[in-house]
């Protein structure tokens, strides 16, 4: 039986996180359908349809899609799953908002957030804000699994499926869209970006985050932050990295000013390189750090952003 | 309008896990165990509804062992009316406690429950988004703000890209992200005062509920150790060593 994927998209085009649940759903089944639901959403099933690997794609064009609605979501993967031997997404805030109701629908037990795919019906998650890894095995019929983007690499273009159109489900009545507040940057996507450069409460303020953007522009990075920068209001909830934020795993994690609590670390421990920057040379983070520099941000970083011309 | 508050007992979020040396999970002997703190949250938005005079009753729930009551006893002193723990000493999976969560709704009749979005110990993030399909009411999960009024509740969420406003039909689920609220601490006065309230404690089978595990877990095992790394003299030292060590600039 085949793996289905629920792509992630803003209707015009894919998001990167669909390409790393592309991988992960490879390594669970031979064929791989991808399901996109959504309103106008042509272009981004055109898209799907050139990703390597995807055998099918089904499109689901109705405008009680338009919002990626948990409700409906369910209601449309539930309308197909049970050709399927797994249901796959990404573990984004949409993915791991309508994907328990899935398995809930399909009387299923899902796994969050999978990190390896050990066989079809075994794999690994992380549990404890990352401090354990658990392998699992799953008896059900149809496997729900949520997806990990930081431990699949994204699949590449080269393919040319077939776009199926199927039947878009009814609206639930019982949810209204009233409105969204999306934060625009120029600067790469926090979870998909090589260089991640974050500031903790050491930053002091939010118009001193102007110093990470610098170096981060520099790096040709993304700016993060951790929750105690977020909570004193100096950046927006989107910018937070860490078990309850997003979890990156960059080529270069730059932590600026943060001390390195357990939650904290549970977002970002997987980077390949780990740099801190930190006055207090006790901060736990100078234990993950591969390389650890004891000095005054408010020169340190100024400094490095001028030694990369 | 009654609201239902379900509460975990989990390993306090200061606490360091230890994995247990035959990879069989993680050992919780000794360790200080607390509420979960997406829960207080959840207890705390329950708690202001009702001074707010829009929640007539709150009913604080919790799945798990007879220890699981402290818990409840620090949620009825933070402001809860009332407690129903169904106890049960084995693993329980968010798809049983969803299964539980819907039976005591069944039970109970809330027009909205709170949970928090989710464990900090199983970190699965799945049990409210469960109980709402269970019972096919709409779902408002990662909530940073609700308003509660004329049979709806508009809830504004964490999505990735920013903020996201839906407004629901009651009955619904809520579950709650971290800047919702901050949450009060229980009173002296209050503590005494949470020891008179009810308690009710019920079995899975007075419920009709099956709570077995179905995952199963083959081992639980410490994630790679990072190499200790070196300290730098300064920026350009640093520099330097990212880009002809480490060579990631």
Not at chain 1, 152 to 166: C, K, L, P, R, T
Not at chain 1, 243 to 248: E, H
Not at chain 1, 250 to 277: N, R
Not at chain 2, 49 to 64: F, H, N, P, Q, T
């Amino acid at each position: 039986m085949a793996v289905l994927v629920i792509a992630e998209h803003d209707n015009a085009s894919l998001k990167a996180a669909t390409r790393h649940a592309l991988t992960a759903a490879l390594q669970m089944g031979a064929e791989v359908h991808l399901l996109v639901a959504g309103s106008d959403c042509a272009a981004a099933a055109e898209q799907g349809a050139r990703l390597l690997g995807v055998s099918k794609v089904l499109l689901a064009d109705a405008p009680a899609h338009a919002h990626a609605s948990a409700e409906n979501l369910a209601s449309q993967v539930l309308a197909i799953a049970g050709q399927y031997s797994h249901v796959v997404a990404a573990a984004s805030a949409s993915g791991k908002s309508f994907m328990p109701r899935v398995a809930a629908l399909l009387d299923s037990a899902q796994v969050s957030d999978v990190v390896s795919v050990e066989s079809s019906d075994t794999f690994v998650r992380p549990i404890y804000a990352g401090n354990a890894l658990a392998t699992v095995q799953s008896p059900d019929p149809i496997k729900v699994v949520t997806v990990r983007t930081t431990g699949f690499d994204a699949a590449a273009d080269g393919g040319s499926a077939a776009v199926e159109v199927i039947a878009a489900v009814e609206g639930n009545p019982a949810v209204r869209f009233v409105g969204q507040e999306v934060t625009h940057s120029s600067r790469p996507e926090l979870t998909s970006a090589r260089v991640v450069v974050s500031g903790g409460r050491g930053m002091g303020s939010g118009e001193n985050f102007v110093l990470l953007e610098g170096l981060a522009d520099k790096l040709g990075g993304a700016v993060g932050a951790s929750r105690a920068a977020v909570d004193a209001g100096f950046m927006p909830n989107d910018y937070q990295v860490g078990q309850t934020g997003k979890i990156v795993a960059p080529e270069l994690y730059l932590a600026v000013g943060i001390s390195g609590a357990i939650q904290h670390l549970a977002g970002m421990k997987d980077s390949k390189v780990i740099v801190a920057i930190n006055k207090d040379p006790e901060a736990p983070i100078f234990q993950v750090a591969d390389y650890g520099l004891v000095a005054d941000l408010f020169e340190a970083v100024p400094q490095m952003s001028g030694s990369l011309g | 309008m009654k609201v239902l508050v379900a509460v975990k007992r989990v390993i306090d979020y200061n606490a360091k896990p230890r994995v247990k040396p035959d990879g069989s999970g993680i050992d919780l002997t000794n360790l200080k165990m607390s509420m979960n703190p997406f829960d207080e949250i959840a207890v705390e938005e329950a708690v202001r509804l009702k001074e707010g005079g829009i929640a007539s009753e709150v009913v604080v729930v919790s799945i798990g062992p007879a220890a699981a009551q402290e818990v409840l006893r620090t949620a009825l002193a933070l402001g809860g009316d009332r407690a129903v723990l169904l106890q049960d000493e084995g693993e329980v999976q968010p798809l049983a406690v969803a299964k539980a969560l819907a039976a005591l709704c069944k039970r109970e009749q809330p027009d909205l429950l709170i949970l928090g979005k989710q464990a900090i110990d199983d970190d699965a993030c799945q049990t409210g988004q469960m109980v709402a399909a269970l019972l096919d009411w709409p779902q408002a999960t990662f909530a940073s703000q609700v308003d509660v009024s004329g049979g709806r509740v508009k809830v504004t969420r964490e999505i990735d890209g920013g903020l996201e406003t839906l407004d629901l039909a009651l009955p619904a689920v809520v579950t709650t992200d971290l800047r919702l609220n901050t949450p009060r601490y229980a009173s002296l006065p209050n503590i005494m005062k949470a020891k008179k309230k009810p308690l009710d404690v019920l079995t899975a089978g007075e419920l009709g509920v099956d709570l077995a595990p179905r995952l199963k877990t083959l081992k639980v095992v410490e994630p790679p150790k990072r190499s200790g790394g070196v300290m730098v003299a300064d920026v350009a030292a640093l520099v330097d060593k990212l880009r002809n060590e480490a060579k990631v600039i």
